[in-house]
């Protein structure tokens, strides 16, 4: 069975800041990659996704992941934060025909 | 034009009542799924149903119980209903059982008092 860690629980990062979420995750065997957002109140969306190809994936709103097998990660990267990306941020991974299994979550909050 | 909608948005009971959370998706996908976020944000699956037939079913307490009467919809009925129930209970969807994207819904929030 797969699994998923998120250690950050909480990132405050100062607005137009970079940012990095980290994401490990341990699979025996291939698994695709997830990160899905949640802004306050609402239901999740996909950011981006990693499958197979290559392991830098560009997501949406300025959001890119980097896929590292060798360290089994996922960090999700952004090099200028806005306001509007205040949300919790949770990564996912699955394999073909299984369920989603998610991480804790990081609840990242932008200071003005 | 919401892609995976809920009804209703907020549900406050008291315990020991029964309660449904409908959901519908006009995706036209074929594989519905509930999922339970409680309060520390920890999402975790429930149910998932591929074109109306129940593929998983996690350790789940048969008081919760999915109905899905046809491919757009996946509704949840809750027995009996226990102050652990509290949660947002979010219903999700994907074009098939082995697609590897889930579509979201926008949560139900469920308070037992």
């Known amino acids: 069975a797969q699994s998923v860690t998120q250690l950050d629980s909480q990132v405050p990062v100062f607005e137009e800041a970079p940012v990095e979420l980290r994401c490990n995750y341990s699979s025996s065997v291939s698994v695709y990659l997830f990160w899905y957002v949640q802004y306050p109140n609402q239901g999740l969306q996909l950011l981006l996704k990693y499958l197979s190809g290559s392991t830098l994936v560009k997501g949406i709103n300025g959001f890119e992941a980097e896929f590292n097998k060798s360290q089994t990660s996922f960090h999700l990267r952004k090099p200028s934060v806005h306001i509007s990306d205040t949300a919790e941020y949770f990564c996912a991974v699955s394999r073909s025909q299984e369920k989603l299994t998610f991480g804790t979550g990081t609840r990242l909050t932008i200071i003005p | ?113």
């Open chain 2, 1 to 113: 034009d919401t892609a995976v909608s809920q009804t209703p948005k907020y549900l406050v009971t008291q315990m020991g009542n029964d309660k449904s959370i409908k959901c519908e998706q006009n995706l036209g996908h074929d594989t519905m799924y509930w999922y339970k976020q409680d309060s520390k944000k920890f999402l975790k699956i429930m149910f998932s149903y591929n074109n109306k037939e129940l593929i998983i079913n996690e350790t789940v307490p048969n008081r919760f119980s999915p109905k899905s009467p046809d491919k757009a919809h996946l509704n949840l009925h809750i027995n009996s209903l226990e102050l652990g129930d509290s949660a947002v209970y979010f219903c999700a969807s994907s074009p098939s059982y082995s697609a590897e994207t889930q579509y979201f819904g926008p949560g139900t929030r469920l308070l037992v008092l």
